[in-house]
């Protein structure tokens, strides 16, 4: 994880950097620094925690310290050492002539730690970012140039990382270099952005170079050469950034999980409006790059994600085999990496990922992949290195989602994957027309009655904070909602830090119902459906064991009377496509009690948005 930002040019630097920071802080926020290339020497400045210590303490300097055009900046998420201003980057070696900022993990840094001690290297970090420090100094002593040194010692390092670098000798450049850690060059009109993400520089310009594996950069205000492996001098393709700055703004909203959740009617409508134009047309999937010849000889089909989008994974778990008979297994990324899978190359797996850099899952599709399997990845950023692993890439155009606590993102994920079914289903004629155009209606209903859900929070709002003291929050449901009791849950457990598990209904008796008492609230997902009458009998399992039972349902029943503590009605829908309504409910609760108790809702403690080590 960890955000940099990089830049040359006309501007003052700390201030395009800071401003680059806070957008990068869905990256890890625990802890900041800059480096500014002053006259004849280095500024550094570090603090632990928020972005806000850091420019506090950067407000207090010398006019003359910080007014610099060149510096390199760190969001950090502790991997190695505790959140500390003595492990913030930038990070330096002996004589503090050079600086480095990391994101990613030098897996070698033990091995070269004794290695650069013996040459006389006085390390006062614990992080592997300081090793990579010292190596390059070396490197600089014995090559005199900094774009050599940082080649040379790139191939003596093992891991993943994204750097920027600058020596107080060369101060008209800054170097970077990448290895399966993201990183972008915003190229500018006499002046030039390094960053972790396009949201650190996209309000100076819209024209980048993606830095590929194993490249490295030299960038100067007028310039920016790129060499690979092999050290030769490459060309890389200047591409136009997908955002407008506007996205970056909260427009209203108190925070941006809230302003995202309030986006999902028009999440769903903009991505049925290509790709669904009513209920008895086929979807249009042009991604998928599948021959109706290959598509016949699917035979299985593997889900691999984490956290949220492993949920949503679930979810296409029930509709793909409900819709398109195949078989369908769901795994976290991080336990698909380390088991001999079966896959072949009638296996198709998807990846799906918000952020398209997980680290686990794109390691676990590189190991698919490498089975020959098709390889289809759901994503939100199609400029992410998991997309550029894709067979068939399909992007669902959620928009930036900054909240660290996914919400659009999950939504968007749901329906590319009822799309996913369906389009199987039509290809492989599984499911009568009839039954998916009833699907289809749902779905084109879906971004109205998501409206009405949240154009009135009052009822989520007073059951909020009826529960925000609530220690422990159990989520029950069954079926296709099962997922959605696991992301209500994570959803809960990751803004609000109560302790929350979702667990099929079922499961209840078989010794979760020992926790039941009446300080527990047990909030069960009720769908009219198949599974309707064995929830409702689970529910009163609970009521009987005085717990405090709150309902989110599309039925009225008189049955709910005496049984539920609390009831959140909502729109008609069915059992099917209510996954993608009930979650919006579960997410305004989160969202609410995290609120009430005062929690950081866009910025939880100890998470980033996108998790780029294993
Ligand atoms: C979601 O609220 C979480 N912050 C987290 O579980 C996330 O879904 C997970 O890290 C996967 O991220 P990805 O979708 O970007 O791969």
């Known amino acids: 994880m960890c955000g940099i930002v990089g830049y040359i040019g006309k501007r003052k ?46 407000s207090k300097q010398n ?18 050492g505790m959140p500390s201003e003595i492990n913030a980057h930038p990070h330096t070696c002996n004589c503090k002539s050079l600086v480095i900022v990391h994101n990613g993990i030098i897996e070698n840094y033990k091995d070269l730690k004794p290695v650069l001690e013996k040459k006389g290297s006085k390390f006062k970090s614990e992080t592997d970012t300081e090793v990579a420090a010292h190596l390059i100094a070396y490197e600089f002593e014995e090559k005199k140039d900094l774009l050599k040194a940082v080649q040379s010692a790139v191939k003596k390092l093992k891991g993943a990382y994204a750097f920027s670098v600058m020596h107080k ?17 915003g190229v500018g009109e006499g002046e030039n952005f390094i960053a972790s993400d396009i949201p650190a520089v996209i309000e100076y310009t819209k024209k980048a170079i993606y ?53 999902q009617p028009d999440v ?5 409006t290509d790709k669904l134009k009513n209920k008895d047309a086929e979807v249009v999937l042009d991604d998928v790059k599948l021959t109706r010849e290959q598509l016949k000889k699917i035979n299985r089909i593997q889900i691999i994600a984490c956290g949220t989008s492993l949920h949503a994974g679930l979810v296409g778990k029930y509709v793909i085999e409900e819709l398109a008979k195949i078989p369908t297994d769901v795994e976290a990324s991080s336990e698909y990496i380390y088991r001999n899978t079966i896959a072949d190359e009638n296996t198709l797996v998807i990846g799906i990922s918000q952020s398209g850099e997980t680290a686990d899952t794109i390691t676990a599709i590189k190991q698919a992949k490498a089975k020959n399997s098709h390889i289809a990845i759901i994503t939100n ?47 492989t004629n599984k499911t009568s027309s009839k039954e998916l155009s009833e699907i289809k209606k749902e779905l084109l209903s879906l971004p109205s009655k998501l409206e009405i859900i949240l154009n009135d929070t009052k009822k989520v709002q007073e059951i909020s904070k009826k ?24 959803k809960l457990k990751e803004i609000s830090y109560i302790n929350a598990t979702g667990y099929p209904a079922g499961e209840l008796k078989h010794g979760p119902i020992a926790m039941l008492d009446n300080t527990m609230p047990v909030l069960a997902i009720l769908n009219k459906g198949t599974v309707y009458d064995k929830i409702l009998s689970n529910c009163e399992e609970a009521k009987a064991r005085q717990a405090r039972l709150i309902g989110v349902t599309n039925l ?59």
């Open 63 to 80: 006019e003359a310290d910080i007014n610099t055009h060149a510096g390199i900046g760190h969001t950090r998420w502790a991997t190695h």
């Open 268 to 272: 769903v409508r903009n991505i049925l």
């Open 169 to 185: 000798t060369m101060p008209d450049r800054i170097i970077a270099a990448r290895k399966n850690a993201p990183l972008i060059i």
């Open 13 to 58: 630097a700390v201030e395009v950097i800071l401003k680059g920071l806070s957008h990068l802080e869905y990256r890890g926020y625990d802890s900041a620094g800059v480096a500014l290339m002053a006259k004849d020497k280095i500024n550094i400045y570090k603090a632990a925690g928020k972005l806000n210590n850091l420019k506090e303490i950067i």
């Open 467 to 490: 529960y925000s003291n609530s220690k422990d929050f159990i989520f029950i449901a069954r079926g296709i909602n099962y997922p959605s009791a696991l992301e209500g849950a994570l």
């Open 211 to 263: 830095l590929s594996d194993n490249q490295v950069a030299e960038i100067k205000a007028d310039s920016v050469k790129i060499y690979d492996e092999n050290d030769n001098l490459i060309q890389n393709k200047v591409e136009c950034l997908p955002f407008e700055p506007v996205a970056l703004s909260k427009m209203g909203y108190k925070h941006y999980m809230l302003k995202e959740i309030h986006e």
């Open 381 to 427: 950023r199609k400029d992410s290195a998991m997309a550029r692993l894709a067979d068939s890439l399909l992007p669902i155009n959620a928009g930036i989602e900054v909240s660290v606590a996914a919400t659009k993102s999950y939504i968007a994920q749901l329906l590319s994957l009822y799309l996913l079914a369906i389009y199987l289903a039509e290809n």
């Open 556 to 614: 009225i029943d008189e049955k709910h009377k005496n049984l539920f503590d609390d009831l959140i009605l909502i729109p008609e829908i069915s059992d099917m496509v209510s996954p993608a309504l009930n979650i919006t409910v579960l997410q305004l609760l989160a969202y609410h009690i995290s609120e009430y108790l005062g929690k950081d809702v866009d910025q939880p403690r100890n998470l980033a948005k996108s998790v780029t080590v294993e």
